[in-house]
């Protein structure tokens, strides 16, 4: 059964890069036509997609946080992560990492979330 | 952006009733690319639906999803009490939104 777990830092301070790795197990990253993606959640409020990648390269964003987003894949490791740069306060938020069947969704199966807080 | 907006903002129904979620956009959506999700206080979401009408895996039958273009349906044919939760649409044909989805509570 594929599995995704959210890890890194809970508290980042604005200005900065927040840096969050998915770790896939039970199943191959790159062993099948999926793309890896990450969805975030302010507290209390909905869901925004921030982007996706194919495990051969390609990386797809929202155009809203494309230029602060990069996100990669560590096919050695199983993993791949996300960067977002210059965060603020609006940037905190629960950041899940999921599993997509086209570039930008249907989702599943999702990691559990882990909360960012941008504070100083 | 394609804008899904979902209604009613609140669904108030007893288990055994049936429920009706609606989820329309601002334009229409490519190829059929609307999902729904449910999501449960303090879990990740679930999909339910994909492709506007097929369900997920182990998801069961009383869940079903109709629409295309711009209106999409989500019914919940007899409503259990594991079914009360807030529910998104989401559209996954040009980038990608989500409703601002609708909470489904306990008569």
């Known amino acids: 059964q594929l599995q995704l777990q959210e890890s890194g830092p809970g508290l980042v301070k604005p200005s900065e890069t927040l840096s969050l790795t998915c770790t896939v197990s039970?199943?191959?990253?790159?062993?099948?036509?999926?793309?890896w993606g990450w969805i975030r959640q302010p507290s209390g409020k909905g869901l925004e997609w921030i982007g996706s990648?194919?495990?051969?390269?390609?990386?797809y964003y929202n155009p809203s946080l494309k230029s602060r987003v990069t996100i990669s894949v560590d096919t050695s490791k199983n993993q791949f992560s996300l960067k977002l740069s210059f965060v603020t306060a609006a940037d905190t938020a629960v950041y899940y990492c999921?599993?997509?069947?086209?570039?930008?969704?249907?989702?599943?199966?999702w990691g559990q979330g882990t909360l960012v807080t941008v504070s100083s | 952006e394609i804008v899904l907006t979902q209604s009613p903002g609140t669904l108030s129904l007893s288990p055994g009733e049936r429920a009706t979620l609606s989820c329309r956009a601002s334009?229409?959506?490519?190829?059929?690319?609307l999902a729904w999700y449910q999501q449960k206080p303090g879990q990740a979401p679930r999909l339910l639906i994909y492709?506007?009408?097929s369900r997920a895996t182990g998801i069961p039958d009383r869940f079903s999803g109709s629409g295309s273009g711009t209106d999409f349906t989500l019914t919940i044919s007899r409503l259990e009490p594991e079914d009360f939760a807030v529910y998104y649409c989401?559209?996954?044909?040009?980038?990608?939104?989500f409703g601002q989805g609708t909470k489904l509570e306990i008569k």
């Open positions: 999921a599993r997509h069947s086209t570039v930008a969704g249907p989702s599943t199966p």
């Open positions: 039970g199943g191959s990253i790159s062993s099948s036509n999926y793309y």
């Open positions: 990648m194919y495990y051969g390269g390609s990386a």
């Open positions: 334009q229409s959506v490519s190829s059929g690319y």
């Open positions: 492709g506007a009408s």
């Open positions: 989401q559209q996954y044909g040009t980038s990608s939104t």
